[in-house]
């Protein structure tokens, strides 16, 4: 009976532990599941195991691949990258192409698996074996850079390394693969037998032994460039000048212009497709001048997309069709300025015929390969450049890059752009390649021209300079056209002419970038002065004109806020100038706005030119406004914070606001830039200050944790809502230390159709910790309430009083022909040729020569 007993006991517990097992097998597998379809995780490629400063390889591990979920696609299975592209993209032809992209990634069919590479190096036999040599992880004989590789073969390591320009390949242990330059010397040389360990990705192979690495040549020519002959006395070239153009700084466009135009050379310029201010105001210089064309198709040139490649093949490709003398090509943008003369360039290029001249990236290649992002692939739709997944980059060849500015000879622009080239293997692989890469014109060519016939004539110096800051130039300030972060360099400012001229004498170096005359013009006038070897002294030297808007414009779209805006400040300064007339001129109603342009002086910014048109025919006004501030400092002494404003399109590479008469709109994205003093005592408890946001409600609408340490640079922070902006007047508070320290007011434009938006009228849990903040006496509050009621009943009249609270009308003039009142007392009216800072076609510069 007890052994029974014990019989049913014991099946008991095996029952029981067996259904314990089962449970547990079953939540661990749901777990798994869920992990794999919730983590978002981009592979960076193999793992490193070593970088070019260290001989030492450091052990690893191998990154896991991007996860795949489930999707409508007809691939059935789409990467979780590809599928954030297709739900954020807004049309269905982008979520389309984006769709089909993704299923071609997936089924191999996107890159080419291998491209061929016609510039070997000489006495070598590509892929040929050195033999088996002694080797493990305390003295590498490849230590530039390894790698610990799944599925390696021997052909696939030799590929890897050959890709980044290293001379030989090493397979080691079955798994690792390593790089260098250094040929191994023959004592460390073993018998075959102790390379027999079986490769990873080919069990019929061997890829070296335990202590042992099986070395090969991977073909590829050493990383020397060509040299430069030194200047021809009086020597002569042909140039071929491509500029892409963007923006509106129409003046400083043909500013360049104006530098480097010689008549025996050629000029052909590509305007964004999206501007057609600069587009139309340089379509004169056709008439004038019979060397200098503008491209008429035209593309949205955005920042790091295919179509900034497809605007320079497309240019070359009209180039050789306009002119058939022309030797070298240069391509230059809106902020490139020349420091030395275009004949001492043409002298240069005389001595070095057939040059390219690119600049590489000067750092390890695979570094470079996952920085620039090489290794994605990217779709340019919606004026944006959408990642999609990884990708392997092409075998065969070898991959560089750098800089997207350069100087290439005639004879690879026919080779690139020739239709009788186009079969080229090389060519149509690499083409088929950079349609889906980030950043295409920043390696194209130089892969190009690395791996074909023209090899010996890559010179690694583009004959350009730059200003590299990367803690400012690298803060993703592209997010809004592509799903990346990248960097761009400096705009030179007058702080940096040493700087400048210190390079000039030491490098040969013919164009610098960027210059921007709206930020400083001063170190342009300094360069040019020293260009001409002249003292440049013409009237407006000092000043800067650039067109914010103009009714002329197809495209963009006009801001709505902004001409709400300029049309009640015209009004404004009409009632300004008649305040004190006895006399009546009822045909002095502003009717609409003509044009909108930003004025600077003395790199300072005065203000915004508004142009405009009244009711009496033949009458038309200038007015120079300013945005005033409505900031607020609390605190007497010490004085905590510098600097507090809220405005829109905020360059925190340049630390300005793009958007300098501040309209704001409710669909505007508003940020608070602020400055800390030295005066914080770092000693404090707190180190941590709040910006409180309030709606014209007196809602709380945001609160922000803000650093106060660092009073050194400029912070800004983002006012995060999804929903539209109630308009009003906002209010933005600073607290320290349970204290308030600064406010400051911006204004939401209300526009029609606003009454029928439905804005978030949610309150903040905060709401009663933060209202206290708000200005309690009397008198602020009433008007507040005031303003707010104002608002509700009469737009109209509420933007009126706003903008005369918001801006300064600092003069008023009239131009061409004075309004008929203006014999009837007013003797003070002025036209606007009188003044200095006068209509926008009175510039000197706005004259091409």
Known sequence: MTQNFLRCLMCRQFRTYFLLVIAMAFIFQSLLVFYLLAKVKDTEGPTEFGSSDSSRIQQAFVNEKEPSVLSNSACGILSKTALSAIKRATTKKCKEELSDIACRLKNNQLVPERLPNNCPRKDSVPGSSLGCFHDNNQSRLLSSYGVKLPGLTNQKCIDLCGQSAFLYAGTHNGKECYCG??????????????????????????????????????????????????????????????????????????????????????????VDARQDFLFRSLLQLELKYPNIRLSRKRQSSIWGGVSLLDVLLQSMEQLLEIDSQWQFVFNLSESDFPLRSIESLEALLAANPGRNFLKSHGRQTRQFIHKQGLDRVFHQCESRMWRVGDRNLPAGIRIDGGSDWVGLARSVVEFATAPSYSNDPLLRGLKELYRYTLLPAESFFHVLILNSKFCDSYADNNLRMTLWRRSQGCLCQHRHVVDWCGCSPMVFRTADWTHLTSVMAKSTVFFARKFEAAIDQSVMNRLEEQLTNTSLSYPGLDCYWESAYHRADLTPKPNKALLTVALSLAKHAISLLLQNSVAECPGLRPSRVVAITSYFRHDHYLGDLIHFEVDEKDVEFEALVKPLTKTIHLMKSPRILSTLQVGSDFDPKEQVFRNRLGVLSSRSKPIATFKWTGHINTTAASQLAHLVWFDPDDNVRAVHNVNVTDASKMGNQNLEIDHPLKPGVWLVAVIYNGKKIATTEFLIVPQAGDQSTQFEARISESQKVWEKYLPVDAKSAIYRREKALLMKKDISKFLDKMTAEYYAIQDICYKDQPPHCATIGFHDWQSCLSTDWSSFSQDPKSELL
């Open 181 to 270: 330059n250094k040929k191994p010397s023959l004592e460390h040389l073993l018998t075959k037998t102790y390379c027999s360990v079986p490769c990873d990705g080919q069990s019929s192979q061997t890829c070296g032994g335990v202590d042992a690495t099986e070395i090969f040549d991977s073909g590829v020519p050493t990383r020397d460039s060509a040299k430069l002959q030194a200047p021809i006395v009086n020597g002569t070239a042909k140039i071929a000048f491509i500029l892409t153009l963007n923006g509106r700084a129409l003046r400083q466009v043909t500013r360049l212009l104006r530098v480097i135009y010689r008549p025996h050379h050629v000029y052909l310029i590509h």
